[in-house]
């Protein structure tokens, strides 16, 4: 005889209201101690005709509820996924949030872009504190006591420190000469760029702003060298043909000869336009590494020739991207930074001169 219970359970599956009852009567009709099994193992304690019959009426029994299962499964599972959907349900008319993006500042990427110039031109980079020491900002560079630059209302001074030592927001990246110097021989080609400070403001000043210093030293380095570095760097920066520049002869107590360079210019309306015109920009200082101060660095002086090279960095961007107010790249206007600023992809693309 067949368990009744086991005809009961496989009619009552096709009313199985969730998938967890489904499963429950899976167990119930063929888990390990289920009545299937059961009735299955039974069929060894009989023989012969008996056996075969009963085995065939279990086996059909167990393929009803087989198909049973599946239906069912199949119409809960539909069931259940469209009940997730309608609860998931996203309204894809509504309006997407927009996403702000950041941009570069425009004085970061002229810095990358001059990096990456002087980068492909063989040059390393160098570093310096914004906190110097008087050596290396002024003694060393041969900036006497009685230089203007020394004076309180240029330099922002730190307090004095115990040891005895003067130290300040650098005024100039000229330092960083000083500290190449005292961490390595020559033949060194550096370029640095970064913050300097002065206690300056006005329409052309503020206190904080950014140069970069260029140095080279080389046996039988001269003037020639210095000049062809600075056209092809103009001409690569502001992406100019043929620029014509002029050296003027100027001072600075750590080079000589000394000179500050201009560069053609033309001025009309209020903007400024390169490589045209008949007026001239100042851009930079630059000029021949004193004896004094290659020998204060320990360098031969007989044995190795070197130039020199600084730059204002805010100049250098107004020029390139027509900014006229030197003020507004410390203002922080948003709508003045998504107006000059870069996207990752348009920044520093200074790749090598294409010539047409
Ligand atoms: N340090 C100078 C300044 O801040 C700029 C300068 C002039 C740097 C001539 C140089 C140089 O390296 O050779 O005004």
Redesign the pocket.
């Known amino acids: 005889m067949l368990d009744p219970n086991i005809q009961r359970l496989i009619d009552s599956i096709g009313q199985a209201d969730s998938l967890e009852t489904l499963e429950a009567h899976k167990v119930a009709l063929l888990g390990k101690t289920g009545l299937l099994t059961g009735a299955l193992k039974s069929l060894r304690e009989l023989e012969g005709e008996g056996r075969r019959v009963q085995g065939e009426r279990i086996n059909a029994l167990k393929n009803q509820a087989l198909s049973a299962f599946s239906e069912r499964g199949t119409f809960l599972e539909a069931k259940a996924l469209s009940a997730r959907l309608a609860k998931e349900w996203q309204d894809m008319t509504l309006p997407s949030f927009s996403q702000p993006q950041g941009k570069l500042h425009p004085l970061n990427n002229a810095m990358e872009e001059i990096l990456a110039i002087f980068g492909q031109m063989g040059f390393d980079l160098a570093e310096g504190p914004h906190i110097e020491d008087d050596y290396y900002n002024f003694s060393a560079l041969n900036i006497l006591e009685i230089h203007p630059s020394r004076q309180l209302m240029d330099t922002f001074y730190l307090p004095a420190e115990r040891d005895g030592r003067t130290l300040l927001l650098r005024t100039?990246t000229?330092g960083v000469q000083i500290r190449s110097l005292a961490s390595q021989n020559p033949p060194v080609r550096i370029v640095s760029t970064g913050r300097v400070f002065r206690s300056d403001y006005d329409q052309t000043h503020t206190p904080n702003f950014h140069?970069i210093?260029v140095m080279v030293i080389e046996p039988g380095i001269h003037m020639g060298h210095l000049k062809g570095l600075i056209k092809e760097f103009f001409e690569r920066f502001f992406e100019l043909q043929d620029v014509a520049m002029r050296f003027r002869p100027n001072h600075?107590p750590?080079?000589e000869p000394?000179a500050e360079v201009d560069i053609q210019a033309l001025r009309s309306e209020g903007k400024v336009t390169l490589g045209e015109g008949d007026d001239w920009l100042e851009v930079l200082?630059?000029?021949m590494i004193h004896p004094k101060v290659l020998e204060n660095c320990g360098v031969d002086s007989n044995k190795y020739q070197g130039f020199?090279?600084?730059m204002g960095i805010e100049r250098l961007a107004m020029l390139k991207y027509g900014i006229t107010d030197l003020r507004s790249f410390y203002e922080s206007d948003l709508r003045w930074l998504s107006h000059f600023g870069f996207s990752s992809l348009q920044a520093a693309s200074c790749g090598p001169r294409v010539t047409a």
Do not use: K
């Open positions: 100039h000229s140069q210093e600075f750590f080079t000394s200082g630059c000029g020199a090279i600084g």
